[in-house]
């Protein structure tokens, strides 16, 4: 591949390190992807806690990283790995006070956290003497490296000049946060539209920030346009939309193959279909249901939000059993 790129991930979530949901399976497999397309590509996010001990893989850089913020420098540490199945390295932020931590999220200086690991993962390329010609930030926990870099990085000779791409994984997730983040990370600037009086929006800032944006379907990226699913920022997204682009999301083969998949009894692919009915009468027998083929068996892998569609769910469940009946 002639046309090879440096690329940097920065996201809160990364599969099988640390995953709350759809954010960790696209960050732990696109990387991949695209390092065997011919692109030299890079993961980081927070070392969070038992990331050292419960992946053996896993070691500690022997130097720390300086990371200058607006209050002076702050020393974090740098674990390093390979993303599972591939070569693609992936660095782990460090910082006792911040990510040592039993939960990844619902701290009240979330904001902070994530603005320090986003400073520090800046940071880090120049330590690696790795320069990216692409910064790929994930929702608004990487949205803080976006705003640095349009703003205070424009001054730095080794940073001015990166094109970034901002994913927008879950839109009603926006990263609200006192101004005073912006004086921890040593940025000045002006207030958005979309912020409230004394307040910082990551989320409004990524969108405002990157050179390009995507999401993670076409059908959400018209939805977040409008008023109803915009969250409030729908119309800096119309402002952007020659900028915003919906790509759906992949499978990971190598993990969510059937003919390979520890976790489903048979074994199956697409010459012996006719074996998926051992996996359903398997799930049936788990669930205590009768094991029969002539009911519908529905199953759906999500949160209990209604921004999954729950409510039209729980109608077309109901015109199938009245179908069945």
Known sequence: MTDSRKILFLSAEVAPFAKTGGLGDVVGSLPKALRQMGHDVRVAMPAYQAIESGYPGVKPLPEGLPVPLGFGTL????YHGRLPHSDVPIYFIAEQSLFNRPQIYGYQDDPYRFAFFSRAALELTRALDWQPDIIHAHDWHAAPALTWLATTGQGDDWFRGISTIF????????????????????????????????EVNFMARGIYHATMLNTVSPTYAREIMTEAGGAGLDGLLRHRHFD???????LDYEVWNPMTDGRIPHHFDAESL????????????????PQTD???LV?????????????ITGHVVDLLMRSYA
């Open 75 to 78: 020393q974090a540490g740098v």
């Open 244 to 250: 915003l682009h919906g790509i759906l999301n992949g």
């Open 274 to 289: 006719e074996e998926r009915q051992h996996n359903r009468r398997a799930l049936q027998s788990r669930l205590n249901l």
């Open 299 to 311: 199953a759906m892998v999500t949160r209990l939000d209604w921004q999954k569609g729950l409510d």
């Open 294 to 296: 002539d009911i519908p």
């Open 167 to 198: 994913t927008i994984h879950n839109l009603a997730h926006q990263g609200k946060a006192p101004w005073g983040v912006f004086d921890y990370l040593g940025i000045q600037t002006f207030s958005l539209n979309e912020e409230g009086y004394g």
